[in-house]
């Protein structure tokens, strides 16, 4: 299991566009991916779950892989989060 | 026979063709489906989606290799709500309910669509309506209601049809529109008076008469709807379609000609346009010589993030390049910045419950302070001035500051596109809508500073007698050429040629071929209306004399009564 927390720091938070881009890049690899906030634990591989979360900008988020590709995984979308989703 | 229903005739016209039924009904079909097995259904369920988010996929692929960026990423994200793992699970859990796969796609949605509409953010609770059009389009691939497919001429139809679908839909598929909702000034009607697709609105439930694929003749006139007509009704309805072809090439041949009367006074007819496309017929077709208003919502409509500034250009840009194709570059066109309220909430605005919209946070007052929505939109705008002439015009300004405060940011934009380097045009004329009463009393002051006046009548009849045109109970009280409305322009149009600038109009009087007469006399330079009604106007403009209007004007506005100012002028065409 690989884990990694970071900032949603990109100004409008996770909506449609950015869990959108989130979702294909979480589906992307093998293993299992969650998403921990707000004291929940939601699959990273469905956009309902993420967008029910509400997540604004500011909130901490904890990136959770399991499988083969897990490290990837976690690096990739911690990314993906650190960039903004390519927002800003 | 045919089965009859009745509207209202909003735009005039003969549309023949087959029904495309908007927001379509499933419940008879629900009824009507003979589930299966439980575990049968699960996998007829499991099926389904799997095949719809291979429809998806491929429309997907059309839409990005046709540059419709925006779609794509619209269906892309429907694309994921259709593919999500916790879907599949809450479907089979339905199905063990119901039993049903269609209601349990349905419910599936439903209940998450129910849990974002509970969402104290206004994007979230938006996109419930995203869920609701996933789960019916996996529920009608289950029913087998196929997808239409657009062949031949389609006639819309709906209970009330989404602004988008109908922009959505190419203009040379659509021959009718029905809307069971009786409003003549909803955006869909808007929009199909731009384009003059022949447009029967309030219906009612004469509506639910009507199934997809019907073959249907509609006449914009009277507003009757003939469904399934037989081949006799058929060809009584010929006759009237000769009519109107014959008008049409009376109208054809005037295309060229310019607005001009008798005694040689010539006044411009521009239109007013929703889209770039809607610039192109308009010039086209209906001898447009510019645009006089390009209401720039639709840029914003239908988007879920503040529009690029990149993207904005590009429509701009091909409206400005029309108007400029046809008119050896003379052709403007006046580009009003974004004009929403909270009527129409947008994920990116934050408007908040109103008791009253209309008088409240929108349009300019939002504009100036949201310099993130504001600039983009105006740097847009100053770019694609380079392609031809364009003009800004600020909407619902009340008093001087305001329209000094929007003036600034054009300063700021300016500097901003200098310093990116950009290409930007430093004629592009600024000036303001006159819609409510405040600014037209206040011309005299605004006209110093202003380029140019274009006068919205829609709004100023209604602020000006406190009349909501929406309301059936009132709607005798609106008229536009009651005369406390009339003073007001006539102040505006003197007050705008007395400090050199110019005035023009664009709202619907502005289409009224008496009302241009009278216009006319009073000193207006330019009538900007829905493409279409030019032909009729310029008929009116070129069978008069200046001398002949300034006279009728002088009665006009000797008389107190709107009704009877009406009815006179009516007398006279």
Redesign the interface.
Request: charged content about 15%; aromatic content about 0%.
């Given at each position: 299991m690989t884990e990694a927390t970071t900032t949603i720091e990109n100004k409008?938070g996770i909506?449609?566009?950015p869990?959108?881009v989130f979702?294909?890049k979480a589906s992307s690899f093998k293993s299992k991916v969650q998403i921990k906030a707000k004291g929940k634990t939601v699959?990273a591989?469905?956009?309902?779950?993420i967008?029910?979360m509400?997540l604004?900008k500011g909130t901490e988020i904890t990136l959770v892989a399991d499988g083969p590709d897990e490290k990837e995984a976690v690096a990739a979308l911690k990314k993906l989060v650190d960039d903004k989703f390519g927002e800003d | 026979m045919a089965e009859k229903i009745k509207g209202k005739g909003v735009i005039a016209g003969i549309a023949v063709g087959n029904i495309l039924l908007a927001g379509q009904n499933l419940d008879s079909f629900l009824v009507a489906y003979k589930p299966g097995k439980p575990d049968a259904e699960k996998k007829k369920a499991a099926a389904a989606i799997m095949a719809v988010a291979e429809n998806l996929k491929k429309s997907i692929e059309d839409f990005t290799a046709q540059g419709l960026k925006e779609q794509a990423g619209i269906l892309e994200a429907h694309r994921l709500l259709v593919e999500d793992p916790s879907i599949s699970e809450a479907v089979d859990t339905q199905i063990d309910i119901s039993g049903s796969a269609p209601k349990a796609v349905l419910d599936a949605y439903e209940a998450n669509a129910k849990i974002f509409e509970a969402m104290e953010d206004e994007y979230f609770r938006g996109r419930a309506v995203d869920m609701r059009d996933v789960g019916k389009r996996i529920a009608k691939y289950l029913l087998g209601i196929k997808e239409p497919e657009i062949v031949g001429k389609v006639i819309v139809a709906g209970k009330d049809i989404e602004p988008s679908v109908i922009a959505g839909l190419p203009t040379d598929k659509i021959a009718g529109v029905i809307l069971g909702v009786g409003s003549t000034t909803a955006h869909a009607v808007i929009i199909a008076k731009t384009r003059a697709i022949p447009t029967v609105v309030g219906v009612g439930d004469g509506i639910a008469k009507i199934a997809d694929g019907d073959p249907v003749i509609l006449d914009g006139e009277t507003g009757e709807i003939l469904i399934r007509p037989s081949d006799e009704e058929r060809d009584s309805y010929n006759d009237k379609i000769k009519k109107q072809e014959e008008l049409k090439a009376h109208y054809a041949q005037l295309k060229d000609k310019p607005a001009i009367t008798l005694d040689g006074k010539e006044v411009e007819l521009v239109a007013n346009i929703g889209s770039p496309a809607d610039a192109d017929a308009a010039v086209k077709n209906f001898g447009a010589t510019g645009v006089g208003l390009f209401r720039s919502e639709f840029v914003f409509m239908g988007k879920t993030d503040v529009p690029k500034e990149e993207d904005q250009f590009k429509e701009y840009k091909a409206a400005v390049e029309y108007c400029a194709s046809v008119t050896h570059g003379e052709g403007l066109c006046v580009i009003r910045t974004m004009d929403i309220g909270g009527d129409k909430p947008l994920p990116y605005i934050q408007v908040g419950k109103e008791e009253n919209p209309f008088l409240g946070y929108r349009a300019i007052r939002i504009s100036l302070q949201r310099k993130d929505l504001f600039m983009p939109q105006l740097k847009a705008i100053l770019r694609a001035g380079v392609y031809g002439k364009a003009a800004i015009m600020f909407p619902m300004v009340i008093n001087v500051q305001e329209f000094l405060a929007a003036k600034e940011f054009v300063e700021d934009a300016k500097r901003e596109l200098a310093a990116e380097g950009q290409k930007y045009s430093d004629s592009v004329q600024v000036g303001i809508m006159v819609e409510t009463p405040a600014a037209a009393v206040m011309a005299p002051a605004l006209a110093k500073y202003v380029d140019f006046f274009s006068i919205g009548t829609n709004d100023l009849v209604q602020y000006t007698l406190a009349v909501d045109r929406g309301n059936a109970q009132i709607s005798y009280l609106y008229n536009h050429f009651n005369p406390a409305v009339l003073r007001l322009i006539k102040r505006t149009i003197e007050s705008a040629n007395k400090e050199g600038k110019w005035a023009g109009m664009c709202g619907e009087m502005a289409s009224d071929p008496n009302a241009a007469i009278i216009l006319m006399a009073m000193g207006i330079k330019e009538l900007s209306m829905s493409a279409p009604s030019i032909p009729r106007v310029k008929e009116r403009i070129r069978n008069i004399t200046l001398t002949k209007a300034k006279e009728i004007l002088d009665k006009v506005m000797e008389m107190e009564d709107g009704d009877k100012i009406k009815d006179y002028l009516a007398t006279l065409g």
């Open positions: 409008t909506h449609a566009r869990a959108s979702v294909q699959d591989k469905s956009i309902l779950m967008m029910s509400g604004t | -």
